[in-house]
Structures are given as structure tokens and as C-alpha cells.
């Protein structure tokens, strides 16, 4: 790959973490970054992130030979719609890292039609509740999957010069067209959110009549609404920039709902069966079971309800340096033996990890 001088252009969560996987896999390349406002771009010069900051978006893009876009998507074309107006460097290679590509890849095949510009869109597909470059963080996107979008305006050479680039940021790369990525997403993350914000608007409708609603939500609830706490700014621009695909999922969701309706009605005890058994076996059979769709890995351990069991369990892993995501008890009933769950940024340390307690104790433990 022959570019030198690439400018990230919005220094939050993910631009600040491509920032990192960048700078630490091309250390010879000259990284610029855009941000609007000022601490940000300080951060990034004092963590050494970056070798050159500004908040004047077309001098750093006039001297880029790649552009990464890491805006809310509606801002990110109006970005486009910015450099399009620009005297860019000749096969400048543009990209972005938007949660939607239809709309995007659309503007940029419009705005570039013609010009000596090539642009691939792109979706790291992993994140976390925070916010800004303070949250950035070098792994973010390992054995994450990280979608390239192809175009109008780019070659299989493109898409793989782009891989190059962010080879650092250890994902593991898919190329799918624009309407392939909207409708998949639109399944797996896009309705799910607005299930979960509905659910949550469901209990607080209830609660109004009969309060004491919430004190009963427990673990199938927490699980099933975790993602209703994520940002209402960037869920708002996704329903917005992927509307055809998240009203096809409403509709097909509310004919599955009025179907599971009729049987409830229909006191069809053994379809009722069947559709929880059909579920339950597809989800089992999911890849995110195994924590393959995240940059996450599970271990199960079936604990007895006592107050230092965490402290034991943590204690088998002393002198080991396990990178430890998260620790969270699924409790089942009250009183009776909970499931601790462990995930770890590794599979090699959830490997570790399931020996260690096979060695050390008798708890059940799976992956
Ligand atoms: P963020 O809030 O951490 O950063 C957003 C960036 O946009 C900041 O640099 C901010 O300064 C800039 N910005 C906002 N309004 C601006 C304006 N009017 N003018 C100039 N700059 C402005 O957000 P993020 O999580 O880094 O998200 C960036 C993109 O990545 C979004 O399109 C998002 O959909 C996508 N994405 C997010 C996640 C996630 O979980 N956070 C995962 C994958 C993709």
C-alpha cells in the first residue's frame, strides 16, 4: 500500500480507537486527525494517538491519501458533500465507519461520480456504551467483525488496501454490498434496539397503574433491555438512516407476535412448545453463543449462592494476568444455585480460565 498521510476525521470512540490500531500498525505513517472541538485533539497529541490535530477539516483533507469518517452518519455525508467540493488528492481512498451504508455509499457514488475518487464504507461492528476518545481503546475491534462495503467507486484492490491499513485493528474483515449490511443489521442490532426501548416503555406504562412492576424485573428483563441505556443520539440516526429494512422487520415481528396471539387464544399448547423449541434450538445453534459475533468470550460457572464465591473463583486465576471484561451472576430463583458468568477479551484466556477451574474446584463449568 503507497499512502502515507491519513487524516481521521472525528476523534470520538471509534475514530480515537482506529486512531490507536493505525498508529501502532503503521508507525512510518503520517496521522492526521479532524476534530471539532479542542480537547479531544489534545488528548490525542498528548497520548501520541495522532501526529498532527486541527479543527480545519479541508487543509488536513487536501494532503490526505486516505480519509476515514467517524461521525454519526447524516454528518458524515455532509462531509462528503464537503470534500466533494475539495481540490482532494488524486485516488484519495474514502471511508467511514457508520452504523448504515445504503445511504452513505448512495451519496458518495452520487457526490464522486466521475472523479478521481475511490470510496469503500465501513462498519467496525464493535463498541461499548461509552462515548469520546476517552473510551478509545486499541482492541476495540479485535475478533470483531469489521464489514467493508464496496461501491460504485472502488475496486477489490481498494477493499483490500483498506484491510491493510486497519490490519492492525485485528478484526476480522466481510465485504458485503451496502443493502446486504443494512438488512442483516437490521436483524441482529437495528430492531432488537427498538424492541428493547419498547419493552422498557412497556414496563413504565404498566408501572404508572401498578409500581411495584419494576421491582419484579429481574434477569430475563435486565438481559433482554441492557441496550436500552445506549445513546438515543446515535439510535435516533440509524432508525432514521435505515428506515426500509427496520419497517420490514416491524412488520414481519408483529405477524409473529398476532400468530403466537392466536395460539395463546387457541390454548395450542403444543405449537406454543414448538415455538419456544424452535427458538431455543436456533439459538443455540447461533454463533453468538460462543461469543463469536463479539469481540467477547463466555465461561459458564454453576455457583452455589454464597458470598465468596466470586473471591474463590477470581482467587484460581492469581499470577495468570486474565484480561477480564465483565463478571455477572445469572441468577435463576432466588435461593438456588446461580450462574456466574466470566467474559473474557480471549479465547486463549477463557481457555486458561475453564482449566484452572476444572483443576482447582468442582463447579460445572462450560464455554
Ligand atoms: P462519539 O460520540 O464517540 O464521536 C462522534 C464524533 O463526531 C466526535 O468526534 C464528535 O466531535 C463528532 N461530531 C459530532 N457532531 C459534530 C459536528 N456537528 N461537527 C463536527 N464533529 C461532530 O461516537 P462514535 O461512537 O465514535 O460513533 C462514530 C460513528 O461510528 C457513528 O456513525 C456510529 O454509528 C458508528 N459506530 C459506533 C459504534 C459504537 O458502539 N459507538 C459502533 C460501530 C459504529
Not at 278 to 289: E, G, K, L, S
Amino acid at each position: 500500500m503507497c499512502q502515507k498521510n491519513i487524516l481521521i476525521a472525528g476523534l470520538g470512540l471509534i475514530g480515537g480507537s482506529l486512531a490507536r490500531t493505525i498508529k501502532s500498525g503503521h508507525p512510518d505513517y503520517h496521522l492526521a486527525a479532524y476534530n471539532r472541538s479542542q480537547a479531544p485533539r489534545e488528548f490525542a497529541i498528548q497520548e501520541q494517538l495522532v501526529d498532527q490535530v486541527s479543527d480545519d477539516f479541508a487543509a488536513l483533507a487536501v494532503q490526505a491519501d486516505v480519509i476515514i469518517l467517524n461521525f454519526p452518519v447524516q454528518l458524515s455525508i455532509q462531509f462528503l458533500e464537503i470534500l466533494a467540493q475539495l481540490p482532494l488528492k488524486e485516488n484519495v481512498l474514502i471511508s467511514d465507519s457508520g452504523s448504515t451504508k445504503q445511504e452513505i455509499v448512495a451519496a458518495a457514488e452520487q457526490l464522486f461520480e466521475g472523479k478521481p475518487i475511490r470510496f469503500v464504507g465501513g462498519h467496525p461492528m464493535a463498541g461499548s456504551h461509552k462515548t469520546g476518545i476517552i473510551a478509545s481503546d486499541a482492541l476495540l475491534f479485535e475478533n470483531a467483525y469489521y464489514i467493508l462495503t464496496p461501491s460504485a467507486l472502488s475496486t477489490a484492490a481498494d477493499v483490500e488496501a483498506l484491510q491493510a491499513l486497519l490490519k492492525d485493528t485485528r478484526a476480522k474483515f466481510v465485504t458485503l454490498s451496502p443493502e446486504a449490511h443494512d438488512a442483516m443489521t437490521a436483524v441482529t442490532s437495528h430492531f432488537p434496539h427498538v424492541v428493547a426501548a419498547s419493552l422498557v416503555d412497556n414496563a413504565y406504562d404498566f408501572s404508572q397503574q401498578l409500581p411495584f412492576t419494576v421491582n419484579l424485573a429481574a434477569g430475563g428483563f435486565r438481559d433482554m433491555t441492557r441496550i436500552a441505556e445506549s445513546s438515543p443520539d446515535m439510535w435516533t440516526e440509524i432508525l432514521m438512516s435505515n428506515p426500509a429494512h427496520i419497517v420490514g422487520q416491524i412488520d414481519h415481528f408483529s405477524q409473529k407476535l398476532a400468530t403466537i396471539k392466536q395460539l395463546i387464544l387457541g390454548q395450542s399448547r403444543e405449537e406454543i412448545w414448538q415455538f419456544f423449541e424452535h427458538a431455543r434450538d436456533f439459538r443455540t445453534q447461533m454463533p453468538i453463543h460462543k461469543g463469536a459475533m463479539v469481540n467477547f468470550y463466555d465461561l459458564f460457572i454453576s455457583v452455589p449462592d454464597q458470598s465468596d464465591v466470586i473471591h474463590d473463583v477470581l482467587g484460581y486465576f492469581a499470577g495468570h494476568e486474565l484480561s477480564i471484561i465483565n463478571i455477572k451472576i445469572n441468577e435463576t430463583r432466588v435461593d438456588v444455585n446461580g450462574v456466574l458468568q466470566i467474559t473474557f477479551k480471549t479465547e486463549h484466556d477463557r481457555a486458561t480460565a475453564y482449566r484452572l477451574i476444572k483443576e482447582n474446584a468442582t463447579y460445572e463449568v462450560c464455554n
